[in-house]
């Protein structure tokens, strides 16, 4: 599975962005898709989760009700989109893929995904 992340940038606090995930390879379906974000000096967490059907869907407190995953099956990509930023958004965002379909593995075990794509800088500034 490959994993191709983009739609970073620097926006004003209250703005929004809108990242993409695009996935390729022969088994890339079977797999949950969903995102994260390490800030300069913190560890990795967990932002948001979703799979191919749509029917399994979870975000972190701290951005629900603000960002929003979907996916579009035609175009094998998943994407997040980021309303209402804050300055404690800023982070690099991660895509992941994983086999686990528990969406406490995503919150719990950040840095075990079986795949990653290329971090995208979300700057937010105040």
């Known amino acids: 599975v490959q994993l191709q992340a983009s739609g970073g940038g620097a926006v004003q606090a209250g703005g929004s962005l809108r990242l993409s995930c695009t996935a390729s390879?022969?088994?890339?379906?079977?797999?949950?898709m969903g995102w994260f974000r390490q800030a300069p000096g913190k560890e990795r967490e967990f932002v948001a989760a979703?799979?191919?059907?749509?029917?399994?869907?979870d975000y972190a407190d701290s951005v629900k009700g603000r960002f929003a995953i979907t996916g579009d099956n035609a175009k094998n990509t998943v994407y997040l989109q980021l309303n209402s930023l804050k300055s404690e958004d800023t982070a690099t965002y991660y895509c992941?893929?994983?086999?686990?379909?528990?969406?406490?593995?995503?919150?719990?075990?950040?840095?075990?995904?079986?795949?990653w794509g290329k971090g995208t800088l979300v700057t937010v500034s105040s």
């Open positions: 979703i799979s191919w059907s749509g029917d399994n869907i």
């Open positions: 992941a893929a994983d086999l686990a379909r528990n969406l406490n593995v995503w919150r719990l075990r950040p840095n075990a995904m079986d795949y």
């Open positions: 390879g022969s088994t890339f379906r079977r797999y949950m």
